[in-house]
């Protein structure tokens, strides 16, 4: 079992930041890859950024590479999401998620909204 709790989600201008952090529990957050998502409202969830279990590789979805970053630190169990240069359509619930043993785990998710 693995238990995934989202935070640090809020309002922000565009062109602004917000880091996301993703607490996980379950004592064994350090051989667990780790991705985050995002849904905007009427869309379809879709991949942001991944990241290995030993943070060695990372992926980013074309749309995000460059202005978003994920990162994590086993030691406290938390992946992040540091987000840069925010666009209003980047307007969305941002979710963490592993998998683990075939079975896919979500957070709650943390709300997202770039707005002047």
């Known amino acids: 079992q693995v238990h995934l709790v989202e935070s640090g989600g809020g309002l922000v201008q565009p062109g602004g930041s917000l880091r996301l952090s993703c607490a996980a529990s379950g004592r064994i957050f350090s051989i667990i890859a780790m991705g985050w998502y995002r849904q905007a409202p009427g869309k379809q969830r879709e991949l942001v950024a991944y990241?290995?279990?030993?943070?060695?590789?990372?992926t980013y979805a074309d749309y995000v590479r460059g202005r978003f970053t994920i990162s994590r630190s086993n030691a406290k169990d938390t992946v992040y999401l540091q987000m840069h240069s925010l666009k209003p359509e980047e307007t969305a619930v941002y979710y963490c998620n592993t998998e683990y043993h075939d079975a896919n785990y979500w957070g709650k998710g943390t709300q997202g909204t770039v707005a002047s």
């Open positions: 990241i290995s279990s030993n943070g060695g590789r990372t």
